[in-house]
């Protein structure tokens, strides 16, 4: 039954490919260019975003509720989970590897999604094509179409965009999508070792913690393929997978942690706090 609803929907979402085709004009437009992906881990309290803005920057979710992030030259910002613009959605909770999802009255990304789309009409957004009946269509929001074919992962924009398992993945597989030769990752923490848990919004310090990500990381390194990645580490912080940088070897500057409330507004705060105590969202 589970797999005739899930072919049943598949189905369904190939008849509005129409709706992706738009995405034409987006394919190459930054070619041969640099790009900052902005992530969403801790490590983003150590750093002065305004400083960023020397490239493009490709969004994940929450940066937008950042105080600094007006202050980059943010084009694209990626909302990727498949079914989250409803009334009713299905979240998914816990360390990367757990089936811990559950069905949810949706306070949270429809709010978030709907305040920062009003907000940021010169910014394009990226969503799963499952979200077009979600809140209602907008100019600058684009979708991407997933087959769930099990073929060759493919990141056409404006075909079959199937390697979106995560938000990372998606930024990535866009990123060479719009052309772009080269990015920088911000904020990525699950990639580098010691690994940081916690995000940029989190009450909490940045902390090494525990947790085996191995699956994980060769996702993100199959995404990579076809665009040079660097990634910005904390410092004493390293990778063996990818070629890293520190903030001062990149600006020059020594870096300076903040708390939450430095770098976030009270409104979203308390919004943040709201859907803490609704279980949708760690805080």
Request: charged letters at 20%; a positive charge; proline letters at 2%.
């Amino acid at each position: 039954m589970k797999n005739l609803i899930k072919k049943s929907l598949d189905c369904f979402w190939s008849l509005h490919r129409k709706y992706i085709k738009i995405n034409l004009n987006l394919k190459d437009i930054h070619k041969g260019e640099t790009c900052y992906i902005f992530g969403n881990g801790g490590s983003i309290k150590y750093y002065d975003l305004s400083i960023f803005n020397d490239h493009i920057s490709i969004g994940l979710t929450h940066i937008p509720i950042h105080k600094q992030f007006r202050q980059l030259d943010m084009r694209y910002i990626i909302f990727a989970g498949p079914y989250l613009a409803y009334p009713i959605a299905k979240l998914y909770m816990g360390s990367y590897g757990d089936d811990n999802s559950r069905f949810i009255i949706n306070y949270y990304f429809r709010n978030l999604w709907s305040n920062i789309k009003k907000n940021n009409d010169n910014v394009i957004f990226i969503e799963s094509l499952t979200n077009l009946y979600g809140m209602g269509r907008t100019n600058n929001t684009r979708y991407y179409y997933n087959d769930h074919s099990e073929a060759a992962l493919q990141c056409d924009l404006a075909g079959v965009f199937n390697d979106t398992k995560g938000s990372l993945n998606v930024a990535l597989n866009l990123a060479k999508y719009l052309g772009f030769t080269k990015t920088i990752l911000v904020g990525c923490d699950y990639l580098a070792s010691p690994t940081l848990g916690g995000h940029f919004y989190s009450n909490n310090d940045p902390q090494v913690i525990e947790t085996k990500l191995k699956d994980y990381i060769k996702r993100i390194i199959k995404s990579a393929e076809g665009i040079k990645v660097t990634l910005l580490v904390p410092e004493k912080c390293y990778s063996t997978d990818f070629d890293c940088i520190t903030y001062k070897e990149l600006f020059g500057h020594t870096e300076k942690l903040k708390k939450n409330y430095e770098i976030i507004g009270n409104d979203n705060l308390e919004n943040l706090r709201f859907l803490n105590k609704k279980q949708q969202i760690f805080l």
